[in-house]
């Protein structure tokens, strides 16, 4: 069965560091997604992109962040400088147009700022 | 914010069902009731959605009401393996972010 992977599993970072974290989506797949979850909070969106552009983000998705698909297969999201509050699960997710919206999530990178 | 208001917590015995409650009492006439589940700190997974009428999956029920303001998530026979946390999320379709409240937190019991 068709799944998202994300690498790393777990990134650990010193504060001011830019991370990059990946995701490979499922192939046929049209909507990508990040989301994050501190520990112990809510599942938080952050972005989805369509269509190679941002479709919409959160208020947390700030200057410090970008998104982007290198290619056919990886969808990347870029932390150009690391606070100690952007400790969290990071999740990543794809959906189809061909579904409603069931969205498929990655198994998550845990990012440690220090 | 979560549009949905969902109990804190349940217990269920192992091999009973399980059912999980939602109020959403200010859906829209184009949004589905979807369900996801977050065991530990994996992922969350899709389990089943609907948009009125009662939906059917191998992995569980889902009953809304005629009046669209609630629903109820059932898993048939719960095994120690559901214990996770279950999020009721409306969302008007494809494309869009999913908005996660606290959810349920469901510990099956044996």
């Known amino acids: 069965e068709p799944e998202v992977t994300q690498t790393p599993s777990h990134q650990v970072t010193q504060m001011g560091q830019e991370v990059i974290l990946r995701c490979v989506p499922i192939?046929?797949?049209?909507?990508f997604y990040w989301y994050r979850q501190i520990l112990g909070q809510k599942v938080e969106f952050l972005v989805s992109?369509?269509?190679?552009?941002?479709?919409?983000k959160s208020e947390i998705f700030d200057d410090q962040f970008s998104v982007e698909r290198p290619d056919g297969s990886n969808f990347t999201l870029k932390i150009r400088s690391t606070k100690l509050e952007d400790s969290a699960m990071y999740f990543c997710?794809?959906?189809?147009?061909?579904?409603?919206?069931?969205?498929?999530f990655g198994p998550g990178t845990r990012l440690t700022v220090l | 914010d979560a549009k949905t208001t969902q109990p804190p917590s349940m217990d269920c015995a192992e091999g009973r069902a399980a059912n999980l409650p939602c109020n959403h009492s200010t859906i829209s006439g184009n949004e589905y009731v979807y369900w996801y589940r977050q065991i530990h700190s994996q992922g969350p997974q899709y389990i089943i959605h609907?948009?009125?009428n009662n939906e059917t999956n191998e992995m569980a029920s889902l009953i809304i009401t005629e009046d669209r303001k609630s629903s109820t998530l059932i898993l048939p026979h719960a095994t120690l393996r559901d214990t996770a946390v279950y999020y009721c999320?409306?969302?008007?379709?494809?494309?869009?972010?999913?908005?996660f409240g606290a959810g349920t937190i469901l510990r099956v019991k044996s």
């Open positions: 192939s046929n797949h049209l909507y």
């Open positions: 992109f369509y269509n190679n552009e941002i479709s919409e």
């Open positions: 999320i409306v969302s008007a379709g494809y494309g869009n972010k999913l908005v």
């Open positions: 997710a794809s959906g189809t147009s061909f579904t409603y919206n069931e969205q498929f």
């Open positions: 609907g948009l009125k």
